[in-house]
């Protein structure tokens, strides 16, 4: 079943039908204010933390409330509706609805009774404030007298968990005035006698507004419980119902901002106004509402700057492919998703509540991967941060504070940041993911100077990036298990996979050889001679333990637990076959070409299913060990034989480099959400983001997926796809071309951007061949091999690579 459809030349999801199986749902704003807002207005916002700067309420796991609602009332008829289907919900049969979800904006058109809406909603570029527009057109035929209304529902507190359940505080605090246009939510006004750097108890006033522009406000009101009445909700509030809010206010009760206005339209006649939102003194949000004085001429600018700032970000690579759903996702829908992944980490979404105050290292490191190629720039600011939250010893601070302080912080050895963080102990993979993506941002600009950089530890000194990767390689080989592979610490990857202190991860010992490659590369550049030679014999010597302890005919093992017990072997009951050792074992370039076929059959005979490859299989149930977290899920779902999103972007990516293009492509179709958008109803998440995991065969509820949007899902993918399918390899000197794609793919090209210049990439493919090159040229001069050095690139650049 469809709900909606991809409207690719506007970058927009539109949808139709707005009873969606669940909220699908869009974010605004930046690092400096976020919102989420669903397809029915749903949502909530913030400044800078999901956690300690939550401006409006959202009741989680419930039914999508409340929200940013705009309501329309008939003051002869005294009908009303809401500006998004929901809370009032009006007939379908009488009520037409579509929503946009655009890039950096929502946009709800509706119609109803002889009155056209168009909310539409935005955080303005490089502003701390959200836009909410509304316009009108009056198409009945007739004047028309409407009230219109907005209304943002506040927390009491900035802190969401005071705010929902310290109500002997929080109840206490707050209070709203009336201000010319606008109501003013004070937190802790009591507090404004004090001096600006004064404070009590480490508190002072806190402001959010919730403001008018383009039109006279008739009534306001500040108190939830009198906007919606007793024993009323949101689809019928008395505030709304009655034609006036009362111009009550709050004084120790549940604040709300809500504002109405009378408009009066000629037939065909528009009117716009708009509502404004954030955490602002009353002074500036005064003059925030006074720049809004004609509505439409500025919401129409600034939609138009938000959609050009969208359009260069994404544009730095685009593709045309024969499938809609690979363009579509490349071109638009992955990248966004990429982008929100590297705002907002796991900070807020409507799974994630907001409460994790801080970045996860191993999340923040890959999620970067995703947006090298679209914007180097800002992705080598966040690998500096992140490389500052990287420890003296080498490791990574489990979850970096919003408010880290290089040079200055404290790490899991002390008792102070396990209290504060919760995190009790270093896990063995965190700064593994330093290498491919410090790798790739160097291969993708060219930039060999970032290796000199000087970067503080999270604690104490500052030394070059390539110390930091010595660093991170030296944690790795001072916390060796018994048998000489990484120990497990506290966890991989994989949260539910405690295989103890002194277990052994095959993965990470995967990762691990993997970064010892990176590594040599950076040391052969640097002309490090000992140290290179140190690293060849230390990888020699590890991929030989490997070989020798892990490798089983055709899979590789999961790994050893602190007792020695083998994990993930063919002949264990449960959890016999673990898919991301299988992709590891290629991506890290340890198999051999006969291994790595094995082990990619194993895992498409065995894992793959409809929706996805495997986890791991057969689920634990009655054979697993202690650390075998997983075995409290149900079977099929998360990590007991759920299909993990992100291992996704890994088993296409290890099945392009062995040149199975028809595999890698099945493997994006069937975990791809636009290749599901007529399955919605299975699916039920957004089919234009991804989740962090869709449930298994074994699940009642196979093929539904979960926890949208925040995932490392879109940096795996996305590297799957741009490396794997489309072959895109850049590297120290140049770039490699290696398609690996269906064999009915005939043509497709690639545009990208690429050290300051630009490729425009045919791909022709009439012998129907997955992968290979019969010849490559380059500005019409053929080269050898599928490999492009820089320095023969120009500033504009025709390239044709025949299969």
Excluded at 148 to 165: M, W
Excluded at 403 to 408: D, F, I, L, R, V
Aim: net charge negative; glycine share 8%; hydrophobic share 35%.
């Amino acid at each position: 079943m469809k709900y909606g459809y991809f409207d690719n030349e506007h970058r927009e999801y539109v949808i139709e039908r707005p009873d969606t199986p669940a909220p699908w749902v869009n974010y605004l704003g930046s690092p400096a204010y976020g919102a989420i807002i669903s397809n029915n207005a749903g949502g909530y916002s913030f400044a800078k933390s999901g956690a300690n700067g939550r401006i409006l309420r959202y009741i989680f796991n419930s039914f999508d409330q409340p929200g940013r609602y705009l309501y329309l009332r008939d003051n002869d008829s005294k009908d009303y509706w809401s500006a998004s289907w929901q809370p009032v919900g009006k007939d379908l049969n009488n009520y037409k609805s579509t929503c946009r979800h655009g890039l950096g904006y929502t946009q709800m058109e509706a119609s109803y009774d002889g009155i056209a809406s168009k909310a539409s909603y935005y955080v303005p570029l490089e502003k701390s404030y959200e836009v909410w527009a509304l316009t009108l057109t009056n198409h009945s035929g007739r004047p028309r007298e409407l009230t219109l209304t907005g209304y943002a529902e506040f927390t009491n507190h900035s802190n969401y968990e005071q705010d929902q359940v310290n109500l002997q505080y929080s109840l206490f605090i707050g209070r709203t005035l009336f201000q010319e246009n606008r109501i003013m939510q004070q937190i802790h006004g009591n507090l404004d006698a004090l001096a600006k750097e004064e404070q009590i108890d480490e508190k002072n006033v806190t402001e959010r507004f919730f403001g008018l522009a383009g039109a006279e406000v008739s009534s306001y009101c500040g108190d939830k419980e009198h906007f919606l009445g007793t024993y009323r909700g949101y689809g019928n509030p008395q505030g709304v119902t009655s034609g006036s809010l009362g111009n009550v206010l709050s004084y120790n009760e549940n604040s709300c901002g809500a504002l109405s206005c009378t408009v009066t339209l000629a037939p065909e006649e528009t009117k716009t106004i708009a509502f404004l939102l954030g955490e602002k003194y009353s002074q500036e949000a005064s003059d925030i509402i006074a720049g809004y004085a004609d509505p439409e001429t500025v919401v129409k600018q600034e939609l138009a700057e938000l959609k050009n700032c969208w359009q260069e970000k994404l544009d730095h690579l685009k593709v045309t492919t024969p499938s809609p759903e690979f363009d579509a996702m490349i071109n638009t829908w992955n990248a966004y998703n990429c982008f929100m992944t590297f705002l907002w980490s796991r900070a807020a979404s409507f799974i994630y509540c907001g409460l994790r105050n801080g970045y996860g290292y191993r999340d923040t490191v890959q999620d970067i991967q995703g947006i090298i190629h679209l914007a180097p720039d800002a992705a080598a600011e966040k690998i500096r941060f992140m490389l500052s939250a990287q420890t003296s010893n080498g490791g990574g601070l489990p979850l970096v504070k919003f408010t880290h302080n290089p040079g200055h912080e404290d790490t899991p050895d002390d008792a102070s940041y396990r209290q504060e963080t919760g995190h009790p102990a270093y896990r063995a993979d965190d700064a593994l993911w330093l290498f491919p993506t410090v790798y790739k941002y160097i291969a993708e600009t060219g930039n060999l100077g970032f290796l000199e950089e000087e970067i503080p530890y999270a604690d104490q000194e500052t030394d070059s990036v390539y110390c930091h990767l010595k660093r991170a390689v030296q944690f790795s080989f001072e916390r060796l298990g018994p048998h000489q592979m990484p120990a497990g610490l506290y966890a991989d990857w994989n949260d539910c996979l405690r295989l103890g202190a002194e277990g052994e991860s095959t993965f990470v010992a995967l990762q691990f050889y993997y970064a010892l490659a990176v590594l040599q590369k950076f040391a052969a550049y640097k002309q490090d001679t000992d140290y290179l030679n140190y690293l060849d014999q230390k990888q020699k010597e590890l991929g030989e333990t490997i070989q020798k302890l892990c490798w089983e005919k055709d899979r590789f093992i999961r790994g050893y637990t602190q007792e020695g017990r083998k994990i993930g072997s063919a002949s264990d009951p449960e959890a016999s076959l673990w898919l991301n050792p299988q992709s590891w074992a290629v991506i890290s370039g340890l198999a051999d070409n006969a291994q790595a076929d094995a082990v990619l059959d194993s895992v498409y005979e065995k894992l793959n299913t409809e929706y996805g490859a495997l986890l791991m299989a057969p689920p634990y149930h009655a054979h697993a060990f202690e650390g075998a977290l997983a075995v409290i899920y149900n079977p099929g779902v998360k990590e007991n034989a759920g299909i993990f999103s992100q291992s996704q972007g890994w088993i296409i990516l290890a099945e392009a480099l062995r040149g199975h293009g028809e595999r890698a492509f099945t493997y994006f179709m069937e975990n791809a959400p636009a290749a599901q958008n007529d399955r919605a109803e299975i699916r039920r998440l957004e089919p234009y983001c991804y989740g962090q995991f869709t449930e298994g065969r074994d699940s009642r509820h196979f093929g539904r997926s979960h926890v949208h949007w925040l995932t490392g899902t879109a940096s795996t993918v996305m590297v799957g796809c741009v490396e794997g399918i489309l072959g895109l390899r850049p590297d120290l000197q140049g770039i490699k071309l290696s398609p690996a794609i269906p064999k009915n793919w005939e043509r497709l090209e690639i545009d990208k951007d690429f050290r300051g210049k630009h490729l425009h990439i045919q791909v022709e493919n009439p012998n129907h061949r997955e992968s290979g090159c019969e010849k490559l040229t380059l500005n019409g001069k053929e080269l050898d091999g599928n490999y492009i050095p820089a320095d023969l690139l120009q500033e504009e650049n025709e390239i044709i690579l025949f299969l």
